[in-house]
Every structure is written in structure tokens, then in C-alpha cells.
């Protein structure tokens, strides 16, 4: 598949979160006038974690459109259930841990970890 734009439309896919198996994008999208697919790292990335409370803090304005967000992370949800409880986000987390849709929407990684921090 080509990489994602925006405005596109998805193929419908299942995923995990910390705390359901098995949820339906398309169920999830449901009640959304928009959804904005995220894709970060790791939960324990210190960048990544900095990216999760700056869209905590500024969720009320993504929700105030009828919009929603959903995280995709690289982790795995037993581990993050462990580390949070529901509720603790305003979003939903995706669980990826094999890549399947980092690879399927070709989100490849940084060249480095310079460049990942670099202001540009």
C-alpha cells in the first residue's frame, strides 16, 4: 500500500489496544466526523511519551471538531496495561508490536536518533 495522506480512506483492519482485542477501525470511526491515525514509537520513548501529553493536554480541540485520535505505538498492550489503566488517555492506543501497519503504510523508522530530535 501506498503511504498514508491525508483525507485518505482506509481499508477497514482489526487491532489491539491495552485493554480490548480484536477492535474494528471501522467500529471505531463510527461516531467521528474525522479520525487521525497516529503513529509514534515506543510508550517508554521519551519523545514519544512528550508527544502523548502535549495531545493529552490539546485533545479537548481535536474532540470539539467531532474529531477523534487514535496512537499507533510499537508496543505491546499487555505491557502498557500494566503501565496505565483506562481512562488515563483521552485516545486510544493502538498496539502494534510486529510493525504490521508501520510496514503495510510504509512508516519507516528515523535514519537516526539525531535526526529524529533534529528541530527541522
Not at 520513548?45 to 481535536?62: E, G, N, P, R, V
Not at 503501565?83 to 501497519?101: A, H, N, T, Y
Request: aromatic share 10%.
Amino acid at each position: 500500500m501506498a503511504k498514508i495522506e491525508a483525507g485518505c480512506k482506509l481499508a477497514d483492519f482489526s487491532f489491539n489496544t491495552p485493554f480490548e482485542s480484536d477492535v474494528k477501525l471501522s467500529e471505531k470511526a463510527k461516531g467521528a466526523k474525522k479520525t487521525i491515525l497516529l503513529f509514534l514509537r515506543y510508550y517508554g520513548c521519551t519523545l514519544c511519551q512528550y508527544d502523548i501529553h502535549q495531545f493529552t493536554a490539546q485533545y479537548d480541540k481535536i474532540a470539539a471538531t467531532g474529531g477523534q485520535m487514535l496512537v499507533v505505538l510499537q508496543s505491546d498492550p499487555a505491557k502498557l496495561a500494566g503501565q496505565m489503566k483506562p481512562g488515563d488517555l483521552p485516545f486510544d492506543i493502538v498496539c502494534d508490536p510486529e510493525q504490521k501497519l508501520y510496514k503495510k503504510f510504509e512508516i519507516a523508522p528515523a535514519e537516526s536518533k539525531a535526526k529524529m530530535a533534529d528541530l527541522k
